[in-house]
């Protein structure tokens, strides 16, 4: 018989977010289990609303990135109405979007996950945070603070507010950009793209620096999904979703409105988050990442010319195959604020990007859309069903962090394996079970809640229920 | 004299008020020469120091078991609490599910769903148990409500230099605004 050891958050009292790991008689780590613990119930409550007041109310779903939502159900909210946005709406709203990918992936690796390279991982928790960071190395930080705010900037200069603009609508978005607006954009866009190499520098060398542990840390194989242009180049705003094999071999391509056609939903009794999967490999077969390390691997180039020279580096780095240490997001993400960037640019140097034919009307309701988007966190999906009205009937999402939620099972377990040595409890394992999780950047509040709350306290039981080992912090 | 400790924590919510809070971008450096940021989202700290904290702030509804506990500690461990953005102050959004079952909203969720497979209601002893929403001062004793969706940066600006300056903040005119 197999002897079983459970490790598990002695309090209920911090955390929507903890972990178990079981360990066999041999102190042997045999599974892990990260618990998603909150449940909010948007599917169910926006049923009874009108389809254009999903822009608004999505959002709340996540203030982290509330653009993501915001454009999603906007897109949604187009094909209920049956309706295409102009050209200079969807310049627009790719811009938000870019600003927004910015925005949050600055606040990921300078704010958030930042700290724990920059300090290292057995820093004092004390300051291994951005308050710990500005009083460190104030430069390094500001420079941080000020790409982030760099993304805001766009999304308040198009939607009036940083966080849950109002912008996109039924048809297109409601406000030209202005000629100021735009010079103001372009003036900022030099000193970000500088601050964002200094990003990518920093991640590149740390990797290298780390090569060995970087490369095992938390490190599998499994498919990866996200959208690309025709060419097959990265995007995140408008396109096909690509899912791949562990090898990087396409297995399909499908338009946003087929995803019923090809994503599964598991769910687990211990947690709320949803387990998605490729319908045709089964469950747990068919699971797969998605965000920045996976579009970066699903993606054959960029289209723009910067990031595309280090997305040849990021290619080199597995001999063309996808690379699967866990802490490569983090490079990844920084490579995808260079290419923002130069998004940026294009788009505000585009000739329609000033033009007022902003918006398309409509009287028609088709009664059903779906909406796709590349959030920062991976692929998004709205679908939503109307009455003849456009009252709501169906609402169903299948959210970005959703998708890794196997993978960041799975990381944790690697990163246990590593740690746990049967009895006892080491603070270096506290630490790396964080790591791993943040660098998926995991956005809970999306379809649950609880953005990077991470367990407080671990006790190890024995089969008994006898406590081995304790530790607690904060 | 020792600098004023904050603590913050969010319930039920998006973390959009953290994110206004993040927003106040390079003032966090002289704020930070003020004041003392103990537990946080946004830290590493996770429970509010047990000697106290001058000032807690929480964000978000009050929507599971979990939650009750956590707004009850933070209000036995700081002297003055901030209602942070709508959902904390009135229940926001987050109230929206209050006109539905939460079995129903369960149900819909996780196994009457297009896209899931062989659905179960997750109910292991791991995870926390939904309740009705409701906002922060019909569990605990608010003293300072600072509304919006989310409250912008300038506003919480405002409102944690008035506190740390021994004063609270009163939120009137062009200030006050809910959505």
Redesign the interface.
Known sequence: MSRKIMI?PVT?????A?I?IYVDDDGQVERA?F???????F???C??RMFYEMPW?T??????C?VSHHLAAAKTADGIAGVAPTRTANLLRELMHMGQIIQSHA?HFF??AGPDLILGFDAS??V????GL??QQ?ELA?KG??L??YG?EIIRTLGE????PRFAVVGGVNAALTPAGRDAILAGIDQSLADAKLGVNLARSWLEEHGDYATHFASFPCGYMGMVQDDGALELFEGKIRLTDCNGRELVRFAGAQ??DH??????????L?F?YY?PFG?PDGSYRVGPLARLNVASHISTPLANEEHKRWKALNGGKPVEGTLYYHYARMIEVIYALERVQQLLDDPDILSNDIVVNSNEVTGHAVGAIEAPRGTLFH?YHTDGDGKLT?V?F?IATGHNNWAMNKAVEEVAKGYVDGNHLTEGMLNRV?AAIRAYDP?L?CST?A????P?AVSLLGPGGQELDYRV?? | MAKPKIATD?L?????????L??I??R??AL?DKVE?T?????????PPASGVDVGILE?AV??D?HV??AK?MRERCRVLVALGDCAVFG???N??N??P?S???R???VA????????????E???R?IAARAVDKVVKVDVYLPG??P??EQILYVLSELVEGRIPKIVGEELKY?
């Not at chain 2, 039920?12 to 206004?20: D, E, F, I, N, T």
Request: hydrophobic content about 35%; some cysteine.
């Open positions: 598990e209920r009292i911090e955390g929507h903890k178990s289990f618990h998603v613990n909150e449940f909010r119930g599917e169910k409550f049923e009874g109310i959002p709340r779903i996540c203030g982290i509330p606040l704010e958030l928790p004390a291994r945070n951005v308050a500005i009083q104030p500001l603070v000020g982030r705010r805001q507010k940083k966080v849950h995803y019923l994503v599964g939903e598991h769910v687990e009794p211990w947690s709320y949803k998605p319908l469950w679908d169906r169903n299948i964080e956005c509040s809640h953005v990077g709350q991470m407080l912090r904060g | 969010w039920g919510g998006c973390a959009g008020c953290h994110m206004s993040l927003d971008d390079e966090l450096v930070l940021l537990s946080s989202p946004i830290t590493d700290l996770k429970v978000g929507n599971n979990e506990h956590t500690r926001g959004i987050v929206m599910r006109y539905f939460i129903e909203s369960l819909r969720a996780y769903n297009e896209s899931t497979v062989d659905g179960v209601i997750p109910g292991s791991d995870i926390m939904p969706c989310p912008t940066a959505e």
